[in-house]
C-alpha cells in the first residue's frame, strides 16, 4: 500500500500593528466604506492554498475588526514587536512559534501585508503553487521598475551637479535598459517556515512572482487610498 503523501501546512500571517502614523489606524481606514484590512480577509477567503490564516495585532480594536471579518486572533503580538523600528522577521517568528505551541507547525509561511488591498486570492495561490512545485526558498511578489526610475536611469549629485548614479555608459533608449524589479510591499511572500526559523524572510534562492503596478500598490498615504478607491469605483478624487 503506497503511503499518502503529506498535505503541507501552509499559515497565512497578517501583520497588523496599531501604531501606524503616516496613516492613523491605517488597517481600520475606510477604504469604499470598509476597513482597508477587509479587503485581506477577502483574498484569504478565496484562496485555495492556505491551510489557516491568523492576524498579528497589539491592537484590540483591530483584533476586534479582524474576528468580524472571519479572521482569527488566536494571541496578541508583545508590545516590543509592534514598535515603528520592529523589523518584520522577529514578528513571523514569534506567530510561527506561537501557532506552533497551540499545535499548529506549519511548512510555510504566507505573509500577506493588509496595505495591499488590490492583491487578490490568485496571487497568494500562485504564490505557494511555485514554491510548492520548485526547490526555492521563497516567492515574494514584485513589480517591474519603471524604465525611468532603471538604475541607468538614475542620478545622483555631486557638488551641486548631477552625475549617473552608476558607472559605466548610460543607455537613454527604454529598450536598451535592463529589466528590474522591486519588492511591492510585498503584497504576497511565501516562504518555508525552515528558511524563517534559521534567520532569514527570503533565503537564498528567492523567485519572483510578478504583479501589475496597479495590484501592486502599497498603502501608505491618504492619496494612495484615494487612489485605489478610484480604481475599485468609489471615486473620491
Given at each position: 500500500?503506497?503511503?499518502?503523501?503529506?498535505?503541507?501546512?501552509?499559515?497565512?500571517?497578517?501583520p497588523?500593528?496599531?501604531?501606524s502614523?503616516?496613516?492613523?489606524?491605517?488597517?481600520?481606514a475606510?477604504?469604499c466604506?470598509?476597513?482597508?484590512?477587509?479587503y485581506?480577509?477577502?483574498?484569504?477567503?478565496?484562496?485555495?492554498?492556505?491551510?489557516?490564516?491568523?492576524?498579528?495585532?497589539?491592537?484590540?480594536?483591530?483584533?476586534?475588526?479582524a474576528?468580524?471579518?472571519?479572521?482569527?486572533?488566536p494571541?496578541?503580538?508583545p508590545?516590543?514587536?509592534?514598535?515603528?523600528?520592529?523589523?518584520?522577521?522577529?514578528v513571523?517568528?514569534?506567530?510561527?512559534?506561537?501557532?506552533?505551541?497551540?499545535?499548529?507547525?506549519?511548512?510555510?509561511v504566507?505573509?500577506?501585508?493588509?496595505?495591499s488591498?488590490?492583491?487578490?486570492?490568485?496571487?497568494?495561490?500562485?504564490?505557494?503553487?511555485?514554491?510548492e512545485?520548485t526547490?526555492?526558498?521563497s516567492?515574494?511578489?514584485?513589480?517591474?521598475?519603471?524604465?525611468?526610475?532603471n538604475p541607468?536611469?538614475?542620478?545622483?549629485?555631486?557638488?551641486?551637479?548631477?552625475?549617473?548614479?552608476?558607472?559605466?555608459?548610460?543607455?537613454t533608449?527604454?529598450q536598451?535598459?535592463?529589466r528590474?524589479f522591486?519588492?511591492?510591499?510585498?503584497?504576497?511572500?511565501?516562504?518555508?517556515?525552515?528558511?524563517?526559523?534559521?534567520?532569514s524572510?527570503?533565503?537564498?534562492?528567492?523567485w519572483?512572482?510578478?504583479?501589475?503596478?496597479?495590484?501592486s500598490?502599497?498603502?501608505?498615504?491618504?492619496s494612495?487610498?484615494?487612489?485605489v478607491?478610484?480604481?475599485?469605483?468609489?471615486?473620491?478624487?
Amino acid at each position: 500500500m503506497k503511503a499518502r503523501p503529506t498535505v503541507a501546512k501552509i499559515l497565512g500571517i497578517i501583520p497588523a500593528r496599531g501604531g501606524s502614523k503616516g496613516i492613523p489606524n491605517k488597517n481600520l481606514a475606510l477604504l469604499c466604506g470598509r476597513p482597508l484590512l477587509a479587503y485581506t480577509a477577502d483574498a484569504v477567503k478565496q484562496s485555495r492554498k492556505l491551510t489557516r490564516t491568523i492576524v498579528s495585532t497589539d491592537d484590540e480594536r483591530i483584533a476586534e475588526c479582524a474576528r468580524s471579518l472571519g479572521l482569527e486572533v488566536p494571541f496578541m503580538r508583545p508590545a516590543p514587536l509592534a514598535a515603528d523600528d520592529a523589523p518584520m522577521l522577529p514578528v513571523v517568528q514569534h506567530a510561527l512559534e506561537a501557532m506552533k505551541e497551540r499545535g499548529f507547525d506549519a511548512d510555510m509561511v504566507v505573509l500577506l501585508q493588509p496595505t495591499s488591498p488590490l492583491r487578490r486570492a490568485e496571487h497568494i495561490d500562485a504564490a505557494i503553487d511555485w514554491l510548492e512545485r520548485t526547490a526555492a526558498d521563497s516567492m515574494v511578489s514584485v513589480v517591474e521598475v519603471p524604465h525611468q526610475f532603471n538604475p541607468v536611469s538614475v542620478m545622483r549629485l555631486e557638488d551641486g551637479l548631477l552625475k549617473p548614479f552608476l558607472d559605466g555608459p548610460t543607455p537613454t533608449r527604454r529598450q536598451d535598459k535592463p529589466r528590474v524589479f522591486a519588492r511591492n510591499g510585498p503584497a504576497v511572500l511565501a516562504v518555508r517556515a525552515a528558511v524563517v526559523a534559521s534567520g532569514s524572510l527570503y533565503g537564498e534562492r528567492s523567485w519572483p512572482l510578478g504583479m501589475s503596478a496597479e495590484d501592486s500598490i502599497d498603502i501608505d498615504t491618504p492619496s494612495d487610498l484615494k487612489l485605489v478607491e478610484f480604481l475599485l469605483g468609489g471615486v473620491r478624487l
